[in-house]
C-alpha cells in the first residue's frame, strides 16, 4: 500500500470501521513505513486529547431553535424551477422553438447560395446580377411612376426622325 492510499485510511483504522483485510494491509505498511507510523501516533494523540475535553449538553430548546431556522430558509430551486408550476408555459416554448426551426429551414431551402454547391459561373452571374437585384425593390414599387402619362407613339417616332437626320 503507497502512503497516499494510507492517508485516506488512517481515521478509519483508529476508529475501526475498516475491513479486516484492510486492516492487514494498514498494518502490513506500517510495519515498514516510518512515516505513516509517526502519522498515525499523531491522530491517536490527538484524538486522545479530544477524549478529555468535557462533553456539552446542550440546553433543552437548542433543538427548536436549530428547526425553526431552518423551517425559515429559503427554499433554493433550481434555474429552471419557473417551468414546474406551468406546464402550458413548457409547452408554448416548445411550440415556439419548433415553429422557429421549421421556419427556418423552409426559408433556407429556397436560397442558393454562391460557393454552396453552384458553379462558378452560377456564382458570377448572380453577383453581377447584384445591382440590378437591388434596385428591384425600389422599382417594383415606385408609385411615382404610376402618376407618369403613357407615351405619345407620334412624338416618339419624330424625334428618333430628327436624331437620324442630325446623324
Known amino acids: 500500500m503507497s502512503c ?3 492517508e485516506s485510511k488512517i481515521l478509519g483504522y483508529l476508529d475501526g470501521r475498516l475491513k ?12 515498514g513505513c516510518a512515516v505513516c507510523r509517526v502519522r498515525v501516533s499523531e491522530f491517536r494523540a490527538v484524538s486522545g ?13 437548542f ?3 436549530v428547526r425553526a431556522r ?8 433550481a434555474w429552471w424551477a419557473w417551468l414546474t408550476p406551468s406546464p402550458r408555459v413548457a409547452f ?14 423552409r426559408q433556407g431551402s429556397d436560397v442558393t447560395v ?8 452560377t456564382a458570377v452571374q448572380m453577383e453581377s446580377d447584384l445591382p440590378v437585384l437591388e434596385n428591384y425593390d425600389v422599382l417594383s414599387n415606385f408609385e411615382a411612376l ?9 412624338d416618339d417616332a419624330a424625334q428618333q426622325d430628327s436624331d437620324k437626320q442630325t446623324m
Open 20 to 31: 479486516a483485510s484492510e486492516v492487514r494491509d494498514v498494518e502490513a505498511h506500517l510495519e
Open 114 to 121: 454562391p460557393g454552396n454547391g453552384a458553379s462558378p459561373e
Open 70 to 77: 431552518v423551517a425559515a430558509e429559503p427554499v433554493k430551486s
Open 4 to 6: 497516499e492510499k494510507m
Open 92 to 105: 408554448a416554448a416548445s411550440a415556439l422553438v419548433v415553429a422557429m426551426v421549421w421556419i427556418g429551414a
Open 63 to 65: 433543538d427548536a431553535r
Open 49 to 61: 486529547l479530544l477524549d478529555e475535553l468535557p462533553m456539552i449538553e446542550p440546553s433543552g430548546a
Open 146 to 154: 404610376t402618376d407618369l402619362p403613357d407615351p405619345v407613339q407620334g
